[in-house]
Structures are given as C-alpha cells and as structure tokens.
C-alpha cells in the first residue's frame, strides 16, 4: 500500500522512501533535487507526515500558502537586524520545523542555521523523531552551509533532516556527501494533465507547457504578471539580436527601474524559459513553454549563432550570482543588451 496516496509522479523517489519507512531504516539526511515546482519540499512534507503524524499541522508549514506568502512578503520589509534577531522558521508541528529562504535576497542565514542547531538540542515531544526541513538550500549563504555542515556531522539520534535543492552541485560537496540523494523529475504530459484536472485549474493547457513538468509551478504561476515580464524580456532579446533598436527596449528598462518594489529574478527566471524555447527551436523541437510566441522565438532562433545563445546564458547565470549584491536593475540589463549586440553586430 503506498504511503503517500496524494503525492503524484517520481514513483522511484516515492517508493525510496516508503522502502525506508517499512524497513525503518531512515537516514538522517535526505537530499530532494530537482527542478523549482516538481514537489520536493511536498514530498518532504509527506514523509514527515508519515513518520510524525499530524499532516494536517505540517501541511500549514507550505510556503505556498497564502499566509505564509504573507508573512515572507511582511518580512522582506525588515530590517536586517530585526530580521536576524528573530529568524525565519515555520513550526506548527512541535516535531517539524522548516526553515526557509528569508528576506529580500531569499537566502537561508548563519542566524536561521544557529537557530536550527539550538532546536536540534531538544529530543522529540512525540514519538521517536524530530524532522528539520530545510528548503532551498542551494540558497544557503557560505556561513550558513558551514554551520549546516556541523550539525550533519554529528546529528542526534532523533534528528532527520530533509534538504531541498534545484542543483545539488551548488552545495557544498561535503554536505552531499553526508546525505542520501533523491532526484525528482519533471513530470510526464500526462501525469501533468492528471494533476491541472484534480486541482481544477484554470487555463490548464497554457500552464501545462509553461510549467514543463512542474506541477507546483502549473498550480501557482501569476499568468498575468508572467505575460508583463514576458513583453519586456522578449523586447530585451529582441534588442540583444539585433533586430529592434535599442530604444524600444529603454521603454521597458525604465518601467522595470519605476517598479521598485519589483524584483529582477523574475525576470530573469522569464529569461531563461525564452532562451530555452529558442534553444529548442534550433534543434527542431516543439515542447515550448511558450508556444503562443513561436513565431517571433523562431525569427530569434534563425538570427542568432549558438556562441550568441551560449553567452545568453552565461551573463544570465552571472546576473542570478549578482542578485545578492544591490544592483540595480536596468542597469544591468541594459549593459547586457549592448554587450550582446555587440557579440550579433559581429556576427554580421
């Protein structure tokens, strides 16, 4: 009998850990990976759930709820200060604790990973077990992955910790080493469509290919600010290839630079499903995330060399490591255009 009913796809990862239950023989700690949405820190969840009881407390620790949005967004208004004097953690189960990405940066602290060493202390209130899930923490700054680091060397007994990362390779490889590793894959069409059906959402098609095997991603996606950051990114590409002026793409620069309170990550994050579209339509493949843009994607795949696309993605990846400094925003988008231009310029 499955032990996790309500969890769908990645039936190896699933039957790993139904295998580690029935056998009890648990790790102390298991490393989920895989892509944003595909349900490693809901997989995490069940399993705690399944060991600790009391699903129904746990699953209030989801950061996807609204109330916890809520209180990330409240935070990110914080101080640092007031910030590290009381760091983020989410504990409605006395035997479950998340701790995850806090503040403007969305990064896991030294102050949260003290914290978690200090609850480590204490044994479980009920039952044989303590679960720690520390979600994304690929986002682990490098004091907090070194005082992590500590704690997986000599874990009590009790403890189980549950890491969740995009790319493990972004971890420190002694705290790899120190884990069992899981990974999770996208989920089939099909699986997809099984779950837009349950959840009864809407625009379940469009979703579907945006979230390219996520399902957390096809259930949460704000469609109408995607199509905003979609506009401005495909002009910033367009611009980048040389095939509009570099003036239609200020018209988007300035209004990104207005919206203040606006991140840059999730445009880039747009960023990079654009790139990949024209990558596949390179190589003659149709699984887009945006098949509604097919036709301007193509004129870029046709005009642009892989070198180019390379580098695309390159500075893409450079401007994700600066996001933890104070950049600002157009400036370095802009200076990005140009030195693409430059690069499809040359080309010609």
Request: include cysteine.
């Amino acid at each position: 009998m499955c032990v996790f009913p309500d969890f769908m796809g990645n039936k190896a990862a699933v039957e790993t850990l139904e295998q580690m239950i029935l056998g009890e023989r648990v790790p102390q700690t298991i490393l989920l990976d895989g892509p944003e949405g595909v349900g490693k820190a809901t997989l995490a969840r069940r399993f705690a759930a399944r060991l600790l009881g009391g699903a129904g407390k746990i699953e209030r620790d989801d950061l996807s709820l609204p109330h916890n949005i809520e209180m990330l967004a409240d935070r990110e208004k914080l101080p640092s200060e007031k910030r590290n004097d009381d760091p983020f953690l989410l504990a409605t189960h006395p035997d479950f604790v998340t701790f995850a990405p806090d503040g403007p940066l969305r990064q896991i602290s030294i102050h949260q990973m003290r914290m978690l060493k200090e609850r480590a202390q204490f044994g479980p209130l009920q039952g044989r077990h303590r679960v720690f899930l520390i979600d994304s923490v690929d986002r682990a700054n490098e004091q907090a992955a070194n005082s992590l680091l500590k704690i997986l060397e000599e874990p009590p007994a009790y403890l189980i910790v549950m890491l969740t990362a995009e790319n493990p390779y972004d971890l420190l490889p002694t705290i790899r080493s120190r884990s069992v590793p899981l990974r999770l894959a996208p989920l089939s069409r099909g699986e997809m469509e099984a779950f837009a059906e349950a959840k009864g959402l809407k625009d379940a098609q469009r979703r579907i290919a945006l979230a390219a095997g996520s399902p957390g991603l096809a259930a949460t996606v704000d469609l109408e600010a995607y199509d905003r950051r979609r506009q401005a990114m495909l002009a910033f590409l367009e611009a980048s290839a040389g095939q509009s002026p570099f003036s239609l793409w200020t018209q988007f620069s300035e209004k990104i630079a207005l919206a203040r309170s606006e991140k840059l990550e999730p445009y880039l994050k747009v960023l990079y499903y654009l790139l990949q579209d024209v990558v596949h339509l390179r190589e003659g493949m149709d699984d887009l995330r945006n098949p509604d843009l097919a036709k301007p994607l193509s004129k870029l795949a046709s005009a642009v060399s892989f070198p180019w696309l390379r580098a695309a993605l390159r500075k893409t990846d450079e401007l994700i490591e600066l996001l933890r400094r104070n950049i600002q925003k157009n400036i370095a988008l802009d200076a990005m255009v140009l030195e693409l231009r430059d690069m499809a310029d040359a080309k010609q």
